[in-house]
């Protein structure tokens, strides 16, 4: 995004949008991975979690598994609508 759009709510509403989406779909939590943005997820409400602890099915993405490094922070949330 760029420096002048930044701030006037563009991401939290894609959050909102996906969110919801995937509430309609039967999801109930939202996982992330980011090496960028963590502070943005955590302001939407998302907390950090240990790699370790994410479901097998989070792990098993090749997000988790080979895309993201190491480094990249797990954030994740409960989804409601």
């Known amino acids: 995004m760029r420096e002048e759009q930044r701030g006037k709510g ?3 509403a894609m959050l909102q949008l996906l969110s919801t989406r995937a509430f309609e ?6 996982f992330v991975l980011t090496t960028t943005a963590a502070d943005l997820f955590r ?3 998302y907390a950090d979690m240990d790699r370790s602890a994410a479901p097998a099915a989070i792990l098993g993405t090749p997000q ?3 895309l993201c490094p190491s480094s990249a922070t797990l954030l994740a949330r409960r989804i409601t609508l």
């Open 10 to 12: 563009a991401a939290r």
């Open 25 to 30: 779909q039967g999801a109930r939590r939202a």
């Open 43 to 45: 302001k939407a409400g």
């Open 64 to 66: 988790a598994a080979s």
